[in-house]
């Protein structure tokens, strides 16, 4: 199947400071991705939908100016969470729809864990 | 738009014990329907889907049958493995007056096997 990757897998960072996370389509093209937080032992957030060359879709109650959304590119998109706060420490998943793909079926990255301290 | 309610864990059975996890949704329409699995430390796979009502998906020895009558999709197993302890998500997606883009998680059933 298609793979997403994500970077980096864990990191920890300072209040205050501001984290990217990246989500590559490795062998294929995505003009929508998808950015989800899960909560400890709870089940996926949709925090906004990410389009090829356009802003990003906000849920909402997810604030669009702490959770920077930037897909230049049909393989990449980026989520910045910026002056983070240890209310943020959160495992964020992104996940990817195939171009021209079957109905519904999405592919995700393994995740990255941030922690802010 | 969607929802979906499942089974609250955790499950916890004995290797080749017999497994149902049930589901339900709310939709309008003819939502596709999904099941996901999320290992331990990792993210979610498709483990599998139906798209149509009475339509059976499976995968890996999991099944799920599409009613639409029960508006359920319950995931069963007959005899499950220590390697299939992990998070079970059911998800529907699409539908009537629902984004055909966005899929709903559930709350997701913890599963662990015991050997």
């Known amino acids: 199947g298609a793979v997403v990757s994500q970077h980096p897998s864990w990191v920890i960072c300072k209040s205050g400071t501001s984290v990217k996370i990246e989500c590559r389509s490795l062998?294929?093209?995505?003009?929508?991705m998808f950015w989800y937080r899960q909560f400890p032992k709870q089940s996926l957030m949709l925090m906004a939908t990410?389009?090829?060359?356009?802003?990003?879709?906000?849920e909402q109650g997810v604030e669009k100016d702490k959770f920077l959304i930037n897909h230049a590119s049909l393989t990449l998109s980026t989520l910045t969470v910026t002056s983070a706060h240890p209310e943020d420490s959160s495992f964020y998943i992104c996940?990817?729809?195939?171009?021209?793909?079957?109905?519904?079926?999405?592919?995700f990255g393994e995740g990255s864990r941030l922690t802010v301290l | 738009g969607n929802s979906v309610t499942q089974m609250e864990g955790p499950v916890t059975l004995s290797e080749e014990a017999f497994l149902t996890i049930n589901c339900t949704y709310t939709?309008?329409?003819?939502?596709?329907l999904f099941w996901y699995v999320q290992y331990p430390g990792e993210g979610l796979q498709l483990l599998l889907k139906?798209?149509?009502?009475?339509d059976k998906g499976s995968n890996k020895g999991f099944e799920a049958t599409y009613r639409k009558e029960t508006t359920s999709f319950h995931l069963e197993k007959g005899s499950v493995q220590v390697s299939d302890s992990a998070v079970y998500f059911c998800a529907p997606r699409g539908g009537v007056y629902s984004n055909a883009s966005k899929i709903i998680f559930g709350s997701g059933t913890r599963l662990s096997i015991q050997p």
């Open positions: 939709a309008t329409g003819y939502p596709s």
């Open positions: 990410s389009n090829e060359g356009s802003k990003a879709t906000y």
């Open positions: 062998d294929f093209q995505a003009t929508t």
């Open positions: 139906a798209t149509k009502a009475d």
């Open positions: 996940s990817a729809r195939v171009v021209g793909g079957g109905p519904g079926e999405l592919f």
